[in-house]
């Protein structure tokens, strides 16, 4: 029976050294700072970013929250997006999406400056997590799950990784952190044929599908390590995974479950991301 990989160790672990290191820039008079800007009222982002303040708070960070209508023009959006990046109180700045219709992302993924961008929406920061440049800010998800195997010392060089999933904010960025520690990498998606015979020669599998237990075990490798980055709600109104974890435990050695799993951690890496901007604007 497999292990499940609970995510609350992990997101303690890091964040303790977020507040240790918050504590000794507070002794230097810096004071880190992130700014949360919310278009509309979606349940979702609500949650997380309650979720997000309350990490911010017992890491030592500002955290401040900037809402705007969910009709909003996109000009007005570019005007407020452009003052919240200006600030220079701001360290870090997390923008909800998908934003509305009416705003064109292709445009305003430019406003926030590479350095504030601590969630990974502006092309700068994607292009850096291609290059592997150290600088750049990966989403927090995918960074998640990567706190999440290196914390369980889950070796991943030379090891067969298979992602799936395809996302800018998951899948890719998930794949190229997965490569630059040695493993070796394929993506699927839903066009690739023969998924299971793919995932069931994985070491390591991430699924970030958004599918509702999916994965089951006849896509799973005897002793393989499973990162379920999915949250759905089933049919019974239960939030699960993409992976029907119950069925997978039998052949994975390793399991994240969901809730609990890597969902847990991602507000540590925010918290985590905002330090390291807040040292990067002051040379630290
Ligand atoms: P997207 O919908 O953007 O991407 C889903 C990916 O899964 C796509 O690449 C899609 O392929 C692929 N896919 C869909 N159906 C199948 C299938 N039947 N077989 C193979 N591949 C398939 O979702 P996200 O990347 O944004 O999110 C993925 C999951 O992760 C969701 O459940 C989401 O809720 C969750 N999530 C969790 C977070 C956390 O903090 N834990 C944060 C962000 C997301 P194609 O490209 O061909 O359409």
């Not at 007005?76 to 064109?104: A, M, T, Y």
């Not at 195997?149 to 992602?163: I, M, N, Q, S, T």
């Not at 759905?232 to 390793?254: Q, W």
Request: net charge neutral; charged share 30%; with cysteine.
């Amino acid at each position: 029976m497999g292990e499940l990989l609970k995510g609350k160790p992990v997101a303690d672990a890091i964040a303790k050294e977020v507040k240790d290191r918050v504590q000794e820039l507070k002794a230097k008079n810096i004071q880190p700072k992130l700014m949360i800007v919310r278009v509309g009222e979606r349940p979702d982002d609500i949650s997380y970013e309650k979720a997000a303040i309350k990490r911010m708070q017992g890491c030592g960070i500002d955290s401040q929250v900037v809402l705007l209508p969910a009709d909003i023009s996109q000009n007005d959006f570019i005007e407020k997006l452009k003052s919240v990046n200006n600030d220079e109180s701001v360290h870090g700045i997390l923008l909800f999406r998908p934003l509305p219709g009416q705003i064109d992302e292709s445009i305003v993924k430019h406003i926030i400056s590479p350095e504030k961008d601590i969630d990974c929406f502006n092309p700068a920061n994607v292009a850096k997590i291609v290059e592997g440049d150290k600088t750049g800010f990966a989403p927090c998800t995918p960074r998640a799950a990567m706190e999440i195997l290196k914390y369980y010392k889950v070796e991943l060089k030379g090891k067969r990784a298979v992602v799936i999933g395809r996302s800018l904010v998951v899948g890719k960025p998930m794949a190229m952190l997965l490569l630059e520690e040695d493993a070796t990498v394929t993506i699927c998606h839903s066009k690739t044929p023969e998924l299971s015979k793919l995932t069931s020669e994985a070491d390591i599998l991430v699924a970030a599908i958004g599918r509702a237990r999916m994965i089951k075990d006849d896509f799973i490798k005897e002793g393989a390590v499973v990162i379920d980055v999915g949250i759905n709600v089933d049919r019974d109104g239960n939030i699960c995974g993409d992976v029907d974890t119950e069925r997978c435990r039998e052949k994975a050695s390793l399991i994240t479950p969901v809730p609990a799993g890597v969902g847990s951690v991602t507000t540590a890496v925010l918290a985590k991301h905002v330090l390291k901007a807040c040292c990067l604007a002051n040379n630290i």
